[in-house]
């Protein structure tokens, strides 16, 4: 796939010092069914009126590294868009002129409306034919066991209305999302309906997303032979866990595309998490190259697809498709002890937590709703996991709960989480 030139770019720098990548305003999405007044804490927006920033010369005329997606034969960037937090149809065309090629997004991103913006966006740009689009069929995990043949015309349906929203007859390829059971993930009516969408043309190659027991999921697919690409959650909290390592290598040698999401450590993780003094000394134009090229740097990841929303944070995510070498400050803050104990209370998905609420709340849900909420500044997204949460198991049972005992296998403080999650919407 030819990849169109870099712009050129000029004095940005100067502009990153006043328009910061955290931002403390919180985004009322549109869909938070009754998102409450979120708490000020770690939140960031995704600013629609933020204008591009000036042409960045660190790239100018430069070539960005491209990777091929396992057996789809696909090359593209190594750096490319998770579109889901955006709401910014200048930051898509922005992403694309400046060379990205694969658009990441889900029929269930923002309900919708993240599919009819990259469509709208590749349509007038004229570049379908230029772009990979990858979108997601979720079905939420209490319809997972109805009968093959109702998810099978889940996944057909759903489809379809993604490639209305996408405005194009085909999309690149189509995933199963957020598969967290082998059994889920062989499921014979997502099979048989991703197997009917690929002899149809309506997507040309097929995988899944999967944020919990990554590793059984990828061995179990490696063996398969079924998906031909998977997204998984890699960032540098999982440097020591090799179980998840050796399993991505395996996929990757058995011929899956790899992408890499959540690769800056669920975005704001450390303003919770990591000591006043470190956060201040490195600073995001250290620590988020330095985790974007730590996942980079691992050759079965064929390309990352960090979820930008401003021009600031998209250049300097970009700037790492042209060189993955560390800077002496990178690698020091890679090695430094304080960011690795920090590391250790960045939630990996482990699902350690499911057992430790005396009532039976789905803590890891809860947890991965707060990062949703307070990470990605994304309240609407959070509002969604919480509603696919059973009743009896969601936050309905945390609101009379004044001591909330639920706890973390690592360092995640999950009491304080739900707590704010309760704030923002109980
Ligand atoms: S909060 Fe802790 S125990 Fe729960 S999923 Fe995250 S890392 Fe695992
Ligand atoms: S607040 Fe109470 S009910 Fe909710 S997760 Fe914690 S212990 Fe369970």
Known sequence: MGLQKSREWGNSMEKEKTLTRRKFLVRAAQGATSVAALPLIGMRRADTQEKPAEENNAVAGKKPITRVLGRTGIEIPIVNMGVMNADNPALVRRAFESGMRLFDTAAHYQRGRNEEMVGSVLRELKARDQAVIVTKVFLPPPQREIPAGQVKAFFLKTAEESLRRLKTDHVDVLFSHNVWTVDYLKNPGVLEALQQLKKQGKTRFVGF??????????????????????????????????????????????????????????????????????????????????????????????????????????????????????????????????????????CRRCGACASTCPRGADVPELVRAHMYAFSYGNPGHARQTLDVIPAGRGLDLCRDCDNCRAGCAGRVQVARRIGQLKEAYA
């Open 209 to 346: 997303s999967t944020h919990m027991a990554m590793a059984e999921c990828l061995d179990a697919a490696a063996g398969m032979g079924f998906y031909d690409v998977a997204l998984a959650s890699f960032n540098y909290s999982f440097h020591d866990y090799v179980p998840l390592h050796q399993a991505l290598a395996k996929a990757a040698a058995a011929g899956m595309g790899l992408m890499a999401m959540k690769t800056q450590c669920q975005q704001d993780w450390y303003r919770e998490e990591m000591p006043p003094e470190l956060q201040a000394f490195y600073g995001g134009q250290v620590m988020h190259p330095a985790l974007l090229k730590w996942a980079l740097r691992h050759d079965f990841i064929a390309c990352a697809v960090p979820g930008f929303v401003t021009f600031q944070q998209m250049e300097v995510d970009w700037a790492c498709a042209f060189g993955i070498e560390y800077t002496p400050e990178e690698r020091k803050f890679l090695e430094d002890r304080g960011v690795k104990l920090a590391m250790a209370a960045v």
